[in-house]
């Protein structure tokens, strides 16, 4: 309906928030303004495990995929690969969250200092707590800020990060030319990100083997976090309702990947999938975290699959994981 502007699945959707948190709390989020609504998005620190990150299998998985071995996480892999000689690095993150992913950075010691911002307060209070615990006050600078406010001087970092973020800021061209202006001459840029279709607009043949999967695995894995529902299909969301949601969430994804050769020097380029384990595990995820013998058959037959439709070309990875340069006619 209207290029999918709306669809039957978002008044389901729709209906099911309604039950949990009443009309008012509904109407308080439509009606915030585009800023505020993404600030609430992200105001959360304590994650249900819903999601397929939260399966320890598939964080091995995107171990041996970026690095080449399941213990090897990509930071210590870049560090070493890239980073290594010692000398002082500055490094800059983008929507770094709760800071996990820079305190990991902090760790290799690839990084003498690094400032990181975010537009959630809580998150951004959260970030600091974290620093405090793991000894990095001193190296680690977290600051609440809209990342299109910054104020930074060029050339100032070494490392720039985008793990998780790069997707949810548009315009996606404008983020990285303020990347390449704030790079140093030789600098680097990390992404980790989701690349797949912007708002989630899942393709048909996407959707018809992810729902020729869910109907593959016994109804007793399908119950969903947190209604109990058996989950029967994955679905393509309507434009609107992802707007009203989240306005950042995919807003511009699919330009991510074109931009980023158009704009730097692709040192090393890793698609690790992705394309149909997020629609399965979504809330669904809570069931394979501690693992059996069974779990750990459906999970394997699920990596089986995905890796094939790759290998054959019939899906693209809609996550990759990047180290490029800045280029030497930038400088």
Request: proline share 4%; charged share 25%.
């Amino acid at each position: 309906m209207f290029n999918n502007l709306v669809n039957l699945h978002d008044f389901v959707v729709l209906f099911e928030k309604l039950r949990e948190r009443g009309n008012a709390g509904v109407l308080r989020k439509v009606f915030r303004s585009e800023k505020n609504r993404i600030r609430h998005s992200w105001s959360h620190t304590n994650n249900v495990p819903a999601h397929w990150w939260d399966i320890p299998a598939v964080e091995k998985r995107w171990n041996v995929l970026i690095t080449g071995d399941s213990d090897t996480e990509p930071y210590a892999y870049v560090a070493e690969k890239f980073f290594a000689g010692g000398g002082e690095r500055n490094a800059l993150s983008l929507g770094c969250g709760g800071g996990g992913r820079e305190l990991k950075w902090l760790a290799t010691g690839s990084i003498s200092r690094l400032d990181a911002y975010d537009i959630s307060e809580e998150r951004i209070a959260h970030a600091r707590a974290a620093a405090e615990k793991a000894g990095c006050v001193g190296r680690a600078h977290f600051h609440v800020a809209d990342i299109f406010d910054l104020n930074i001087a060029p050339e100032s970092y070494d490392v720039v990060l985008l793990e998780s973020s790069l997707h949810h800021f548009k315009p996606v061209r404008r983020i990285l030319e303020s990347v390449n202006r704030w790079l140093k001459p030789g600098g680097n840029v990390v992404v980790n990100e989701f690349v797949g279709p912007s708002r989630f607009q899942w393709s048909d043949r996407q959707l018809e083997i992810v729902n020729g999967i869910l109907a593959m695995i016994p109804e007793q894995y399908r119950t969903t976090w947190p209604h109990g529902n058996i989950k029967q299909k994955a679905h393509r969301p309507g434009r609107l309702s992802m707007y009203l949601n989240d306005p950042s969430e995919a807003a511009e994804s699919a330009l991510i990947q074109p931009l980023l050769r158009e704009m730097f020097e692709i040192v090393e380029l890793k698609p690790y999938g992705g394309t149909l384990l997020p629609l399965v595990f979504r809330n669904i995820a809570h069931h394979f975290v501690e693992q059996d013998e069974e779990t750990i058959r459906i999970v394997k037959l699920i990596f089986d699959i995905e890796d094939e439709l790759l290998r054959r070309n019939e899906i693209e990875s809609d996550y990759i994981y990047a180290v490029c340069r800045k280029r030497q006619s930038q400088e």
